[in-house]
Antibody, heavy 120, light 107 residues
Framework: QVQLVESGGGVVQPGGSLRLSCAAS????????MHWVRQAPGKGLEWVAF????????YYADSVKGRFTISRDNSKNTLYLQMNSLRAEDTAVYYC?????????????WGQGTLVTVSS | ETTLTQSPAFMSATPGDKVNISCKAS??????MNWYQQKPGEAAIFIIQ???TLVPGIPPRFSGSGYGTDFTLTINNIESEDAAYYFC?????????FGGGTKVEIK
């Protein structure tokens, strides 16, 4: 069955950096687009970024554009989110999610999430 | 960007009740609406696609309706195992956006 396991969350100071990873299994990782979605405490979900199956196209929310970078290593079945210049408002649970197809359509599987706290 | 207004934010139901959760879009999104269920400590699961289609493996007590701007997730004869956080997602236009979520408690 599809499994998505996020890691790399933690506490970081404002202005700092963090890299999240998502280990995928149970499906042909290299054939599907992947998303990062986040949920701030007490708030609804916010889509963050998407990468096509082959890494050829990447899309970002305006709130993270220029600060976050999504990438993938299909040889390792792993998705990444490099987060730089972190702000307090980036504090959230970050979810890795699989798209239904190679290009952006919608999420069909989710991970359990990893918590990122930006605080001094 | 399409804003999704989901209601109620919280509800309490008794086993056997019929429960309706609403998601209203700020613009016409055809039937490009999905619903998901998330239980504490677990990954969210996909329950309804394209507004009305039940995802394989999901119990038939779950159903979806609506088109355009108004959508509803219905749970008939709700069971204790249905206690969860439910949220909607629109994929009609970029960026994809989510409703604020509904926490369903079973008495």
């Amino acid at each position: 069955q599809v499994q998505l396991v996020e890691s790399g969350g933690g506490v970081v100071q404002p202005g700092g950096s963090l890299r999240l990873s998502c280990a995928a299994s149970g499906f042909t990782f290299s054939s599907y687009g992947m998303h990062w979605v986040r949920q701030a405490p007490g708030k609804g979900l916010e889509w963050v970024a998407f990468i096509r199956y082959d890494g050829s196209n990447k899309y970002y929310a305006d709130s993270v554009k220029g600060r976050f970078t999504i990438s993938r290593d299909n040889s390792k079945n792993t998705l990444y989110l490099q987060m730089n210049s972190l702000r307090a408002e980036d504090t959230a649970v970050y979810y890795c999610a699989k798209d239904l197809r190679r290009s952006i359509t919608w999420v069909d599987y989710w991970g359990q999430g990893t918590l990122v706290t930006v605080s001094s | 960007e399409t804003t999704l207004t989901q209601s109620p934010a919280f509800m309490s139901a008794t086993p056997g009740d019929k429960v309706n959760i609403s998601c209203k879009a700020s613009q016409d999104i055809d039937d490009d609406m999905n619903w998901y269920q998330q239980k504490p400590g677990e990954a969210a699961i996909f329950i309804i696609q394209e507004a009305t289609t039940l995802v394989p493996g999901i119990p038939p007590r779950f159903s979806g309706s609506g088109y355009g701007t108004d959508f509803t997730l219905t749970i008939n004869n709700i069971e204790s195992e249905d206690a969860a956080y439910y949220f909607c997602l629109q994929h009609d236009n970029f960026p994809p956006t989510f409703g604020g979520g509904t926490k369903v408690e079973i008495k």
